[in-house]
């Protein structure tokens, strides 16, 4: 099937763009439809890249609103750990279907994922039409090392199956829940079979604080040590990380997600040093983390609450300017994470979005800064992945199933 969007606005000039197997095949003013192609008449929509979420628990939104004024620690072993013991495939399934109604609406096209039973997720991620990197978490905090490693490639093998729009990946949750030789293990299998290393890390000043205590060294240089450090390796939160951690973060061509929503409701203290990591060049993207500590996918209203608090914890305006706020949250300035999206050319994934230009949000101004402090994922008309048509009109199909469907499981799960 082939798509051809005519009289979107790019750049101020209206232009055409024509996808073919997935792919955008051509884009400027010139292009229009052929005979038999799927036409989308997008006259004075801005034309923009799909978002990219570099960091979320999908299947959580099953815990939205349970228990989200708890302590962190609380809120784990009373609420979140007890349940997450009885999930089976379907919970996650149609948690995940919930997540992925969430971001077609907001414009995300593709995000990478850490949590239980990977191959439910990815079949909730085939059938919305998105993409996903997905990786089972790996820890060993229990001891159960070998128990873990077995679990981890049955699972890589069970995704490897999937289709295109799956990427298996290694998850380790965090320093302080897996050990030395777990993330070693982890980082070789990542490296063997060349797949991406996607951790927690540095999310809380206590983390640092207790890897100084364990290993003498702070955990951007630990994990350098362990030869885990790489192009492919994506850090979750790096709120604390200091400037010589960037520097190496930066030397080993590794990507950092700051998701400063869940930072601020967590309550850690501080932000991703976002001016430091721009200096070091570090590859940034933006993450909402899971809903259970967000509580939105929304990307946009996340990508406002960057620039604000980056903003105020640099007591300086120009520190993130709107466009370039813009290209972290479509994955322009990490190319891992968009994996080739996130730009609009021949060539790249057909993963764009259509917006509502004559809204009130978008009505005047600049689109860039619009798009980062007035709008949300509410100016979202269209979306537009591996060139299908997810949503148009600003209404996801088959939305009031997948809602009623979550529910059933979050009352099997006894949440509601
Ligand atoms: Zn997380």
Request: proline fraction near 5%; charge should be negative.
């Amino acid at each position: 099937m082939t798509l051809t969007v005519s009289g979107a606005v790019l750049d101020g000039a209206t232009v055409g763009l024509r996808c073919a197997d997935g792919a955008i095949e051509a884009i400027g003013p010139e292009v229009a439809p052929q005979a038999g192609d799927e036409t989308i008449d997008a006259a004075g929509m801005p034309l923009v890249p799909a978002l990219v979420n570099g960091h979320a628990h999908a299947a959580m939104t099953l815990f939205r609103g349970y228990g989200g004024d708890l302590p962190l620690m609380r809120w784990l072993a009373e609420r979140i750990w007890p349940v997450e013991a009885k999930l089976e495939d379907e919970d996650v399934y149609w948690g995940t279907r919930l997540a992925c109604a969430e971001m077609i609406r907001t414009g995300t096209s593709r995000f990478w994922d850490m949590y239980w039973r990977p191959e439910a997720t990815a079949r909730a991620v085939e059938d919305a039409g998105l993409r996903a990197h997905i990786g089972g978490p790996l820890f060993d905090a229990d001891g159960r090392t070998e128990e873990t490693k077995a679990r981890v490639l049955g699972e890589l093998e069970a995704l490897a199956e999937r289709g295109p729009a799956i990427e298996p990946s290694l998850a380790p949750h965090s320093i302080y829940m897996a050990s030395e030789g777990l993330l070693r293990w982890a980082g070789e299998t990542a490296a063997e079979r060349g797949l991406a290393f996607h951790i927690h890390l540095s999310e809380t000043e206590q983390e640092v604080s207790d890897c100084l205590a364990a290993h003498g060294e702070r955990p951007a240089t630990y994990l350098d040590r362990l030869g885990v450090l790489g192009e492919r390796t994506v850090l979750a939160h790096g709120v604390w990380l200091d400037e010589a951690e960037l520097e190496t973060i930066a030397a080993r061509g590794a990507t950092v997600v700051a998701n400063p929503v869940a930072n601020m409701k967590l309550a850690v203290g501080g932000v991703m040093p976002y001016p430091a990591a721009r200096r070091a060049r570090v590859a940034v993207g933006l993450g909402t983390d899971g809903a259970g500590s967000n509580d939105s996918l929304d990307l946009l209203a996340d990508l406002k609450l960057f620039a604000l608090s980056q903003r105020h914890a640099a007591g300086d305006p120009t520190v993130v300017p709107s466009a370039e706020a813009l290209e972290i949250a479509t994955g322009a300035r990490a190319p891992l994470l968009a994996g080739g999206a996130g730009r609009l050319e021949p060539g790249a994934p057909a993963d764009f979005l259509l917006l509502r230009g004559d809204g009130p949000e978008l009505g005047l101004g600049e689109l860039a800064s619009d798009l980062v402090y007035a709008a949300s994922g509410s100016v979202v008309d269209t979306t537009v992945v591996a060139g299908r048509t997810l949503m148009r009109g600003g209404a996801v199909e088959g939305v009031e199933e997948i809602v009623a469907r979550a529910a059933e499981r979050a009352d099997r799960l006894g949440i509601r």
